[in-house]
């Protein structure tokens, strides 16, 4: 199968700080392959294992970029496509995904797309629908499972309570949630093997063409909610401490 994964380099909430107005501290800021998207490439090697295809990965973005493109390939993606944003370039989730369709057709053709639930950082859940609607593909959304064999996507969906099996013609666009698998562990020689596996670079702007979409959609603000920790510390045994935490709950309504 000659398959594609969709993963968005994502600030790494871990080293994200906050300034004195509350404002999440964003430039140069630490980066790193997009979590939910670990799993979504995870899913995609294992595809690519199983049906001896190929697999590319495709991110949009400045240099960052370039680097989630790495961690990807040290996963076993065989090769890179980078859309590469200029710092005023401005893509909100309809300009990326349509950027990202694009991208794939370039691909073509292609038999199944992977991406994942949702940004790490920015979680709007809209591109992966988005990008299956450019290419006029079928989307299942939210996969915890996937098999993707006789010319079809089987997925299977978790619910509170149920489970929900879909199915759909390839090629396909299939978003994979967090619990569909553990995302492996590059070592070294992956990593520096995935150095030299190729990487094109396609700026944003010549995929932009007549057609481009724009919602007009602005980040105006985002701030870091603010949380008064009261810092209590119970000492004791482990049973004493247990019963004064029992306790405390209780006193704040929360038991
Ligand atoms: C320079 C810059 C300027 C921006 N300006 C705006 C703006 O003006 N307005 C605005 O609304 N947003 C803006 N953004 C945010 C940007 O558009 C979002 O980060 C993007 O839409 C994806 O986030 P999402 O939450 O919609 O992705 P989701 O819909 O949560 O992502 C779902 C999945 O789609 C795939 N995916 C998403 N984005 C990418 C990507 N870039 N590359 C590869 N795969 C991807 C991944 O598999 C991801 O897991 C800007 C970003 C940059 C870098």
């Known amino acids: 199968m000659n398959i594609v994964v969709l993963a968005k380099s994502a600030i790494d909430e871990a080293e994200l700080r906050a300034d004195a107005q509350g404002h999440p501290v964003v430039k140069g800021a630490a980066t790193k392959l997009s979590s939910f998207d670990m799993n979504g490439v995870e899913e995609a090697v294992r595809q690519k294992e199983a049906s001896r295809g190929t697999l590319t990965v495709v991110s949009l973005g400045g240099q960052e970029a370039k680097k989630a493109i790495k961690e990807a390939m040290a996963m076993g993606c065989t090769r890179g496509l980078h859309i590469v944003t200029e710092p005023d370039d401005a893509p909100d989730s309809l300009a990326t995904a349509f950027c990202l369709a694009q991208a794939v057709r370039r691909l ?11 940004a790490s950082d920015t979680y709007q859940g809209q591109v992966g629908a988005m990008v299956a609607e450019f290419l006029e593909m079928p989307f299942l959304a939210n996969a915890r499972k996937l098999d993707a064999s006789g010319g079809a996507a089987t997925c299977e969906q978790g619910f509170e309570g149920g489970v929900r099996i879909v199915k759909a013609r390839l090629p396909a666009v299939v978003s994979m949630v967090a619990e569909a698998n553990v995302p492996r562990y590059p070592t070294l020689i992956q990593v520096m ?3 030299k596996k190729p990487i094109e670079d396609v700026p944003f702007s010549s995929l932009k063409g007549a057609d481009f979409p724009s919602t007009g959609t602005r980040v105006l603000d985002v701030s870091v909610q603010a949380s008064e920790r009261k810092r209590v510390i119970l000492d004791g045994t482990p049973e004493e401490a247990a019963r004064k935490l029992a306790e405390a709950l209780g006193r704040e309504g929360v038991l």
């Open 108 to 118: 073509a053709p292609v038999d199944l797309v992977v991406c994942s639930e949702g």
């Open 193 to 195: 093997v995935a150095g």
